[in-house]
T-cell receptor, first 117, second 112 residues
Framework: DVKVTQSSRYLVKRTGEKVFLECVQDMDHENMFWYRQDPGLGLRLIYFSYDVKMKEKGDIPEGYSVSREKKERFSLILESASTNQTSMYLC????????????????FGSGTQLSVL | AQSVSQHNHHVILSEAASLELGCNYSYGGTVNLFWYVQYPGQHLQLLLKYFSGDPLVKGIKGFEAEFIKSKFSFNLRKPSVQWSDTAEYFCAVNARASKIIFGSGTRLSIRP
């Protein structure tokens, strides 16, 4: 079964810190995604990547950047953390070449609950 | 732009009751439709999906969903819920050549 692993389950950071969230998948998937999940708002797409070194903005990219240097790893970076970035962050991956337009199943990690104080 | 609406934010049922969770989307063309579930403390996982063909789709754990194109709906149903169905349920839609959009989620609580 596909495994999507997020490096931290809980993270507490201070305003202005640079924050790295790491995600690794073990099934050679082409597509990887970062979402944030907030109560009442569901999942919102921050960034996605359909190939190594390729990235595209999602619906709420402001304040975030990403890095995909290797196929299995997709990192989300908060350049200068702010309190409104306190949220649950979910990484996901899918198999094919459709990018974020894929109709394929998404495999999710367990999430990182980030608190910015 | 496409959007997804889940009007029920929190549903509370007793065991053995029937379940229907609403999902409506706004897009006039061909769509792919999904229901994902997140059990307490677990990661999101796919419950069922519709791409084409029979509009009545059966998923895992006795769930099914019906795509009604004229109503832009993809409601999730289960004839008899169990306590273990307590979870948050997300409807998701993507149109051709467009990103997957998730609804705001419905929290389902089952009274034993």
């Amino acid at each position: 079964d596909v495994k999507v692993t997020q490096s931290s389950r809980y993270l507490v950071k201070r305003t202005g810190e640079k924050v790295f969230l790491e995600c690794v998948q073990d099934m050679d998937h082409e597509n990887m995604f970062w979402y944030r999940q907030d109560p009442g708002l569901g999942l919102r797409l921050i960034y996605f990547s359909y190939d190594v070194k390729m990235k595209e903005k999602g619906d709420i990219p402001e304040g975030y950047s990403v890095s995909r240097e290797k196929k299995e790893r997709f990192s989300l970076i908060l350049e200068s953390a702010s309190t409104n970035q306190t949220s649950m962050y979910l990484c996901a991956s899918s198999l094919g070449h459709g990018g974020a337009t894929t109709n394929e199943k998404l495999f999710f990690g367990s999430g990182t609950q980030l608190s910015v104080l | 732009a496409q959007s997804v609406s889940q009007h029920n934010h929190h549903v509370i049922l007793s065991e053995a009751a029937s379940l229907e969770l609403g999902c409506n989307y706004s897009y006039g063309g061909t769509v792919n439709l999904f229901w994902y579930v997140q059990y307490p403390g677990q990661h999101l996982q796919l419950l069922l999906k519709y791409f084409s063909g029979d509009p009545l789709v059966k998923g895992i754990k006795g769930f099914e969903a019906e795509f009604i194109k004229s109503k832009f709906s993809f409601n999730l149903r289960k004839p008899s819920v169990q306590w273990s169905d307590t979870a948050e349920y997300f409807c998701a839609v993507n149109a051709r050549a467009s990103k997957i959009i998730f609804g705001s989620g419905t929290r389902l609580s089952i009274r034993p």
